[in-house]
């Protein structure tokens, strides 16, 4: 049986922004689900039953009924481990963990050799980390640059539309952004960089992003969003640059074999 809490967690830029709303009130109290009713729970979420229906069905389940039993199982075997669940570290070690884990995915993998090929081939290459994703673009600069691969880090804005002015024949531009780069990309002619020869690879946690669509290359891996119930906060997301560095090891062990 699939976990329901894993399976919200995962599909959670997929939903809409309502869908959203939802997900992150059962994610906080899904006993509301496992003790009532369909009515009675969305009496309780205030929204509609069949908003509730919707959400089941989009995160892989047949209905409500499926849904309530997983959640009900889900949170039955963790009432053995209550002491850990309330222990704020226990939730983001095994939220990192539960996540990670999906990395041994082969898609992955496969994604890591064809990186690793557009690195090798690359007249010149850039690395450009958005937002709290710089560090983990210096990262991967810093680990190439032991492999003898040179490469040039870019981090601002201004400095990414003096890129789009210099990118020539060959090079090859790898941007780690969660959200998918959205903001910036957008204003970039979908032919804009193919135009001049160099390839755009996006590493996102968005499957949705909009960015897709002008880039060559797109890794969407897996966030870690997780709800510490002892948190004053209604939501807390968890930084996700462990996750890229897993996966930046995973090119460096690509380039080993």
């Known amino acids: 049986m699939i976990s329901a809490i894993n399976e919200i967690s995962i599909s959670y830029y997929k939903l809409t922004k309502t869908e959203r709303i939802l997900a992150k009130k059962i994610l906080q109290k899904p006993v509301v689900i496992v003790d009532n009713s369909i009515a009675s729970a969305a009496e309780i979420y205030d929204v509609s039953v069949a908003s509730i229906q919707r959400l089941a069905k989009k995160i892989g389940y047949s209905g409500y009924s499926e849904f309530r039993f997983s959640l009900a199982n889900e949170l039955k075997n963790k009432e053995s481990e209550a002491g850990n669940a309330r222990n704020p570290m226990s939730q983001i070690v095994d939220g990192y963990k ?3 884990e999906l990395l041994r995915d082969e898609k992955y993998y496969t994604s890591s050799r064809d990186i690793k ?12 980390g958005l937002g709290g994703s710089f560090y983990v673009a210096g990262y991967l600069e810093h680990m190439l640059f032991y492999g003898t691969r040179s490469a040039h880090v870019i ?8 890129l789009d002015e210099i990118a020539t024949q060959g090079d090859v531009v790898i941007i780690f952004s969660v959200s998918g780069a959205e903001n910036i990309l957008k204003q970039y002619e979908k032919d804009s960089f193919k135009r001049k020869g160099a390839k755009l690879v996006l590493i ?5 992003t909009t960015a897709s669509s002008v880039v060559d290359y797109l890794v969407v891996l897996p966030r870690v969003p997780l709800v510490i119930k002892d948190s004053k906060e209604s939501e807390i ?9 897993m996966f930046i090891h995973i090119i460096l062990f690509a380039f080993r074999t």
Request: no cysteine.
């Open 98 to 100: 539960d996540h990670i």
């Open 117 to 128: 090929e557009l690195i090798l081939g690359a007249n010149n290459l850039y690395i450009v």
């Open 155 to 162: 981090s601002e804005q201004e400095r990414f539309d003096y």
């Open 204 to 208: 996102t946690m968005n499957e949705d």
């Open 237 to 245: 997301f968890i930084d996700n640059n462990s996750v890229y560095m």
